[in-house]
């Protein structure tokens, strides 16, 4: 009798359990109708023909799984849509999206839109607040359509997206950072390849405090700019051969990303270009500076790397400079000798070259080719000797604390650099009494 009641539970519980798996055979019945109307909808306007040759998958055959669709994903326990692509339907001419067909998508997470000739987005329900009825969505890809300005009345509903792609669209004008205000979960925004101009509102990217990649490329059309202070954001990759375009610009701050890769030839381009920095990025690996070799204007140029595989700036390459700068800083990048293209300037006032790997004497050479040099500072190298030249120096501040200097202090140093206020020779092995010059004028 025990037995029989045994086998009666396992049949039912087996019944049970086939029930549920054949249930999950196909999504729900909601969202197989939302997807066929919105294959109808694209449908119209495509230039593949009919409903049956727009995503041929997506039929009325009710054994088809629409989980299994093209372009369709499900989560495997709800069978609700969680990923969704268009498949590039190939409209003839544009065409406007109802976003309303996308609601009954309540679980979809990431939504693929791109090359579909959208050139516009509409609700007559619920306006512009129409894409915040999709709370999970995180992705959102509308690159290489014809969308306008007028989506960003759309977009800053979508309060959930981390990722959006707007690249390759007919965006113009200032830079939408106010109208994306709202999307404070977004950690990776494209915007390359439209027509922004305009001034370069950098501190309203305080608004996207989760924003971890931004593409550079968005700036490459903005061919007027004169300014672009992009420092202290989290730029990622390489940095754009486009941004060569630029040929008024006069001052570029790249420094505090995460920038890698070497400078683009492209940057020989740069024909007005005065300041240049890229300090405290992830550079990593040879690093060729000869991009900058034309640049007739460059007076400012920093650079230094953040990565624990250093960066190594070339120092032998022979070619000779255009630029006479007046700041010269490469910290901490892997420098055994002063690259070549030093001891073409005449005009520097500021040398830092802390953090390298630059042995032997200290360069007094510096002091006597730039005439107007007020601060030196050599800091954590393996330098071993100092000895100064007879030339006086208006030098006025000298660091080169944590180096491998012993023996004495250069007799001379006090009128040879009469006009020192600041010296820093800490963490070497230097003996003995300061010279008795110093403190003489």
Same mark, same amino acid.
């Given at each position: 009798?025990?037995?029989?009641?045994? &086998?009666?539970?396992?049949?039912?519980?087996?019944?049970?359990?086939?029930?549920?798996?054949? %249930?999950?055979?196909?999504?729900?019945?909601?969202?197989?109708?939302?997807?066929?109307?919105?294959?109808?909808?694209?449908?119209?306007? +495509?230039?593949?023909?009919?409903?049956s040759l727009v995503l041929p998958?997506?039929?009325?055959?009710?054994? #088809?799984?629409?989980?299994?669709?093209?372009?369709?994903?499900?989560?495997?326990?709800?069978?609700?849509?969680?990923?969704?692509?268009? %498949?590039?339907?190939?409209?003839?001419?544009?065409?406007?999206?109802?976003?309303?067909?996308?609601?009954?998508?309540?679980?979809?997470?990431?939504?693929?839109?791109?090359? +579909?000739?959208?050139?516009?987005?509409?609700d007559d329900v619920e306006g512009?607040?129409?894409?915040?009825?999709?709370?999970? &969505?995180?992705?959102?890809?509308?690159?290489?359509?014809?969308?306008?300005? #007028?989506?960003?009345?759309?977009?800053?509903?979508?309060?959930?997206?981390?990722?959006?792609?707007?690249?390759?669209?007919?965006?113009?004008?200032?830079?939408?950072?106010?109208?994306?205000?709202?999307?404070?979960?977004?950690?990776?925004?494209?915007?390359?390849? !439209?027509?922004?101009?305009?001034?370069?509102?950098?501190?309203?990217?305080?608004?996207?405090k989760k924003l971890k990649s931004?593409?550079?490329?968005?700036?490459?059309?903005?061919?007027?700019?004169?300014?672009?202070?992009?420092?202290?954001? /989290?730029?990622?990759?390489?940095?754009?051969?486009?941004?060569?375009?630029?040929?008024?610009?006069?001052?570029?701050?790249?420094?505090?990303?995460?920038?890698?890769?070497?400078?683009?030839?492209?940057?020989?381009?740069?024909?007005?270009?005065?300041?240049?920095?890229?300090?405290?990025?992830?550079?990593?690996?040879?690093?060729?500076?000869?991009?900058?070799?034309?640049?007739? !204007?460059?007076?400012?140029?920093?650079?230094?790397?953040?990565? +624990?595989?250093?960066?190594?700036?070339?120092?032998?390459?022979?070619?000779?400079?255009?630029?006479?700068? #007046?700041?010269?800083?490469?910290?901490?990048?892997?420098?055994?000798?002063?690259? /070549?293209?030093?001891?073409?300037?005449?005009?520097?006032?500021?040398?830092?070259?802390?953090?390298?790997?630059?042995?032997?004497?200290?360069?007094?050479?510096?002091?006597?080719?730039?005439?107007?040099?007020?601060?030196?500072?050599?800091?954590?190298? +393996?330098?071993?000797?100092?000895?100064?030249?007879?030339?006086?120096?208006?030098?006025?501040? &000298?660091?080169? #604390?944590?180096?491998?200097?012993?023996?004495?202090?250069?007799?001379?140093?006090?009128?040879?650099?009469?006009?020192?206020?600041?010296?820093?020779?800490?963490?070497?092995? &230097?003996?003995?009494?300061?010279?008795?010059?110093?403190?003489?004028?």
């Amino acid at each position: 009798m025990e037995g029989k009641v045994l &086998l009666g539970q396992s049949l039912i519980w087996a019944i049970i359990l086939l029930g549920q798996i054949h %249930g999950y055979e196909s999504c729900t019945v909601k969202e197989r109708n939302a997807l066929l109307e919105l294959k109808k909808h694209v449908s119209l306007h +495509s230039i593949k023909g009919g409903l049956s040759l727009v995503l041929p998958t997506w039929n009325n055959d009710t054994k #088809s799984d629409c989980c299994r669709w093209w372009g369709v994903k499900c989560n495997r326990t709800s069978r609700r849509v969680t990923k969704l692509s268009l %498949g590039k339907p190939f409209f003839l001419g544009t065409s406007l999206l109802n976003l309303s067909l996308l609601h009954p998508f309540e679980e979809v997470q990431s939504l693929d839109l791109s090359e +579909s000739s959208f050139n516009g987005l509409f609700d007559d329900v619920e306006g512009y607040q129409s894409l915040r009825r999709l709370r999970n &969505l995180e992705i959102l890809d509308l690159s290489s359509n014809m969308f306008d300005n #007028s989506i960003f009345l759309f977009l800053n509903a979508a309060t959930s997206l981390t990722t959006l792609f707007l690249g390759e669209n007919y965006m113009d004008g200032p830079f939408p950072v106010k109208e994306l205000k709202d999307l404070t979960n977004l950690e990776m925004l494209d915007l390359s390849d !439209n027509m922004f101009n305009g001034s370069m509102p950098v501190r309203e990217f305080s608004y996207l405090k989760k924003l971890k990649s931004l593409n550079l490329g968005v700036f490459c059309e903005m061919e007027n700019l004169r300014e672009l202070d992009l420092g202290g954001n /989290y730029f990622v990759g390489q940095l754009p051969m486009c941004l060569g375009r630029l040929k008024k610009l006069r001052f570029l701050d790249l420094s505090s990303n995460q920038l890698s890769g070497n400078l683009p030839s492209s940057f020989s381009g740069l024909e007005s270009l005065e300041y240049l920095s890229l300090l405290d990025n992830s550079f990593q690996g040879f690093f060729s500076l000869n991009p900058l070799a034309s640049l007739t !204007n460059l007076k400012v140029f920093k650079i230094s790397s953040t990565s +624990s595989d250093m960066v190594k700036i070339e120092t032998e390459s022979t070619w000779q400079p255009k630029f006479q700068l #007046s700041v010269a800083v490469l910290r901490f990048c892997s420098l055994e000798e002063i690259p /070549y293209f030093l001891v073409y300037q005449k005009n520097l006032r500021l040398v830092d070259l802390s953090g390298n790997r630059l042995s032997g004497n200290i360069p007094t050479w510096l002091l006597e080719n730039n005439p107007k040099l007020q601060v030196l500072k050599l800091t954590n190298n +393996s330098f071993t000797s100092f000895q100064m030249s007879t030339m006086v120096h208006d030098l006025q501040v &000298l660091d080169f #604390s944590e180096n491998h200097i012993s023996g004495l202090f250069p007799g001379n140093i006090g009128k040879a650099l009469p006009s020192l206020v600041y010296m820093n020779g800490s963490k070497n092995g &230097l003996q003995g009494n300061l010279p008795s010059s110093m403190g003489v004028r």
